[in-house]
């Protein structure tokens, strides 16, 4: 029988933080998780040189009983780099990630583990965690000091007790074990493990048949959780290819490790130097190396390739934008039912009652009519007609109601005693239709009007 992997590898930089300082790798022979820490760049540097070191063991498979002597070795080499690196730049100084790497030659697979990355199996329905935290909480839970329930809470969750962090021995957990056609394996960075339920994680891990569709969920469902740290998750299938040709996909590369190219060996050594010629010779991305002292400027910041997440700007800013609108639009409208005033009715010829303000926006009348009084405009003295045509602003129903009632005793006055307000012969201009549809006759002309009732018509 003859097996392979199925994989796929992706990262996110989750939804607080800036850049990624994680980095993934998985091959046709290797998988490899780094979770990166430290200030400025450090983090996405010490990660990246992590995946770096391990990749040439992806190409040129060592025999099977040099695996984890092979596997040690690339991590040591890695460790020796991150110090050369802080010798350099001594603003690295704090620079540091974990790494769990699974390496295969045929079915003997080997693991190297250092930090709280980890490693899971699904194994015929059974799900395992195959790596141990180096973690204060982890250590405090083997002692018994707290339960599994108190970690996630615990003020000193994040403390390392082992990382790759170029100041000291390297002491990483190394495992050799075989794998069988059907496992299911899961590497992920603690903003993964930390955020998602080991529960939702099996399920995920049982549910999804795809390598890719099930990396992807997981990010997913850690991002639902509030992304509080990048996510990483390599997760590969071993697979029985004796009736067929093995999968065939490049390696995949995520994360810092994708985002710069580090060499996984210092330049001042003889392998190092033939590895800089070869990166010299490709499409690479090194970084240039800085000199002692202060970080550069462009170091602190935007000199530093970042994956920046886009969509929560915009959603906030779109989020703002209708809430802004959706409040605006509540207090006009709030404002505007509580405005009154009087002028002339739609048709022109009565008083009337407007609720709202006497003015448009983009055409769009900001006031309606709620009463027509049936006062007749002509009927009223022309001052008052003038005011009318011009609007009387009113606080309220009951305000414009009382105005209301003054014009009408003021129109009935006038129809008492037209003289008294200027109206003789006023109105014998006007030529209104009769009732027929022929002209007034000048007898009908200065017939006096009469008032409707004082019930005026509300729409
Ligand atoms: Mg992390």
Redesign the pocket.
Known sequence: MTIALRYAAHSDVGCLREGN??SAYAGPHLLAVA?G?GGYAGGEIASAIAISALRPLDEDVPHAEDVSTSLQQAVEQANSTLTQRVKDEPWLENMGTTLTALLWTGSRMVMIHIGDSRAYLLRDGEFSQITHDHTLVQTLVDEGKITEEEVATHPQRSLLLRALDGRSEVDPDISVSEAKVGDRFLLC???LS?VVSESTINETLATETNVEATARRLIDLANRGGGP??ITAVVADIVDTTNGPPPEHEAAIAGAADQRDEPAMTPDTPAGRAQGLNRSSGDTAEMQRMPSGDPPEESKGSAQPRTRRWWPMVVTFLAAAVVLASTGYYFGTRYLDSQYFIGPSENGENVAVHQGIDSDIAGYSLSEQVEDTGVPLDMLPENERKSVDGTIPADSEENASERVKELRAKAEECERDPESCGQDGQNADRSEPSADGGEQSPADEHKPRSLPDSAGGRQ
Do not use: T
């Open positions: 300082e994680d979770d820490m960075s603690d903003g930390g740290d990048n």
